[in-house]
């Protein structure tokens, strides 16, 4: 349900020569970072967190993964920041912080 | 120079003898006139087996082009042919085409647009279609349509281009008239046109994402991508037409054809069969002692801007005759010639736009005398005029 997390091998085109021919390319999907959308971040407070993994099933744009040991984490790459999970969290883990924009 | 045949052929005949020349591995059309009987013959032609291609019947123009686009992306050479309305229909997947950088080839029988409903020819359908990305160019008779068929793929095709085609046919004027047309041998045209290959394709053993998003970062350069790739077909249609004069003995003219313009003090600038009036007149005038000239013009993107510029550069007086217009100002055509000489740094010619041919009127040789007539007369201020 999430996306895959960014490879660290990926590296973004930087001239038009690095682009490929059309629109085809190896695992190729050319997605900005959504990171500048957001105004507030979601925080979770793992003390508080239960791990009822509610943000996990709700979050519309499935950025908060399932999968670190120990624990549930945001992928601020692509968090727009619209604060359905810090709104849904029944113990109140998840806190809205400003991005100091 | 390799041996030919000839046959009486219409303007449509001859696309569907080009396209079996070239041998595409797949071909989806919808029927619509003034195209239906290219790709009547081309059912019939894998029916007999003497062309070894998949024909899809499909339900609409949409569809058609849709096809094309998922078979090219796996590599095969694609045909499509519409006209008018199913053009406009396809319009959303012209844009996919191209900026997949899919090389189908594609015949428009050029056909007026509803309403009121017409099924004759005028260039409505595809001069407003000049943004999508797509190479155009505008044939004269049935010989130059079956040669800028074969022409096509090798221009699509080319790495460097890497786009779709769009080869024009004057509605019912060039599509449903009978010539005599030479036709290129099988092995000619082998030797002309290899086997299209590209990188751009569905591959198992290199699996690739097709057709992704690309956000606002990132869009922008693969339309900077597309614009250099248009661009260049410059050079590689003057290639092309160089090599294929070379295995059969007929020579094209590069993005436009120019007649007498060398020292024409009176030009009238077309496209398509209407170029074909236009001729004798200009000969006829000449006979007389008159200076005119003609241009038309063969691609219409690219723009011919410095073939156009220098044809021009010495005129009084040029006259852009169209069957098109872009309601509330002029036809478009008038526009991309009027761009052209603006970037000039000599003296303008005065420019006039003459629309006609709308709907299929006709335009004839006395029609062509009286705008000779009016380009040199005095400037009475009007610019644009139906005809």
């Given at each position: 349900m999430n996306y895959p997390l960014r490879q660290n091998s990926f590296k973004p085109p930087e001239k038009l020569a690095d682009y490929p021919v059309g629109t085809a390319f190896p695992a190729g999907h050319l997605v900005d970072t959504n990171a500048s959308w957001r105004s507030r971040r979601p925080v979770i407070d793992a003390e508080k967190?239960?791990?009822?993994?509610i943000c996990w099933l709700i979050c519309p744009d499935g950025v908060i993964h399932n999968t670190t040991p120990g624990g549930l984490e945001i992928d601020y790459d692509y968090c727009k920041g619209c604060g359905i999970c810090a709104k849904e969290c029944r113990q109140n883990a998840i806190h809205m912080e400003n991005e100091g924009i | 120079m390799m041996l030919e045949q000839k046959a009486f052929l219409s303007g449509n005949e001859a696309v569907a003898a080009g396209v079996r020349l070239a041998r595409p591995h797949v071909i989806a059309a919808y029927p619509i006139t003034p195209q239906t009987t290219v790709i009547e013959r081309l059912a019939e032609m894998v029916e007999d087996e003497s062309l070894k291609a998949e024909y899809l019947n499909v339900e609409s123009e949409h569809s058609a082009l849709s096809a094309c686009i998922g078979a090219s992306a796996v590599g095969a050479r694609t045909f499509t042919a519409t006209s008018s309305q199913g053009l406009l229909y396809m319009a959303e997947c012209l844009h996919y085409a191209s900026g997949g950088r899919f090389p189908v080839v594609m015949m428009n029988a050029n056909r007026s647009v509803a309403l009121p409903w017409n099924i004759y020819g005028d260039q409505r359908d595809s001069l407003s279609l000049l943004d999508c990305g797509w190479i155009q160019a505008y044939a004269e008779n049935a010989q130059e349509s079956l040669d800028l068929i074969i022409q096509a793929y090798a221009i699509a095709e080319h790495p460097d281009v890497l786009t779709p085609m769009m080869i024009n046919l004057d509605g019912f004027v060039i599509t449903h008239t009978y010539e005599l047309v030479s036709l290129p041998s099988q092995e000619g045209v082998d030797a002309f046109l290899p086997p299209f290959q590209t990188v751009n394709k569905m591959d198992l053993d290199h699996p690739m994402s097709l057709a992704f998003t690309a956000g606002p970062a990132y869009n922008q350069a693969f339309k900077q991508l597309q614009h250099q790739a248009v661009l260049s077909a410059l050079k590689v249609i003057l290639d092309t037409e160089e090599r294929f004069g070379q295995l059969f003995g007929r020579n094209y003219s590069g993005l436009i054809e120019s007649i007498?313009?060398?020292?024409?003090e009176f030009i009238i600038v077309t496209l398509g069969s209407v170029a074909g009036t236009v001729k004798p007149v200009v000969e006829r005038l000449r006979s007389l002692g008159e200076r005119v000239g003609l241009v038309r013009i063969r691609y219409m993107r690219p723009f011919p801007d410095r073939e156009i510029r220098k044809a021009l550069a010495g005129a009084k007086a040029v006259g852009v005759l169209e069957k098109d217009i872009s309601f509330g100002y002029e036809g478009t055509v008038f526009t991309n010639v009027n761009s052209a000489l603006m970037r000039s740094k000599v003296i303008q010619p005065r420019l006039l736009n003459f629309i006609g041919g709308?709907?299929?009127k006709d335009i004839s040789v006395a029609d062509i005398e009286r705008l000779f007539l009016r380009l040199k007369s005095?400037?009475?201020?009007?610019?644009v005029g139906f005809i």
């Open positions: 967190c239960s791990n009822c993994r | 007498h313009c060398e020292d024409a709308l709907g299929g005095p400037d009475d201020g009007e610019t």
